[in-house]
């Protein structure tokens, strides 16, 4: 199972990034998938979390409204477009599945708002 990030990147305030997570080693139909993310001398949180069929999401509420998070799973990637970006989302992103009772995370994807 391998859960790889892409997207990251330096952005201005207001600005937007549209971060993507692919996943191999098995097929994401059938998972809950969630984002998390992780700043500076801070705690991981969660960001978003997404159903497999996409019927049911949730978020944080520090990005209700701003962030969207979808999934392929034809092509076995889920996405989170990020807009309205803030310093104070500055962090590393990580994709998660829990998959036969083990939890998985990516390497994480950069994301740092500033100007």
């Known amino acids: 199972v391998q859960l790889v990030e892409s997207g990251g990147g330096l952005v201005q305030p207001g600005g937007s990034l549209r971060l993507s997570c692919a996943a191999s080693?098995?097929?994401?139909?059938?998972?809950?998938m969630s984002w998390y993310r992780q700043g500076l001398e801070k705690e991981r949180e969660l960001v978003a979390g997404?159903?497999?069929?996409?019927?049911?999401?949730n978020y944080a509420e520090s990005v209700k409204g701003r962030f969207t998070i979808s999934r392929d799973n034809a092509k076995n990637t889920v996405y989170l477009q990020m807009n309205s970006l803030k310093p104070e989302d500055t962090a590393v992103y990580y994709c998660n599945v829990r998959y036969g009772g083990t939890e998985y995370w990516g390497q994480g994807t950069l994301v740092t708002v500033s100007s």
């Open positions: 080693g098995f097929t994401l139909r059938g998972y809950w």
């Open positions: 997404i159903s497999y069929t996409g019927s049911f999401i």
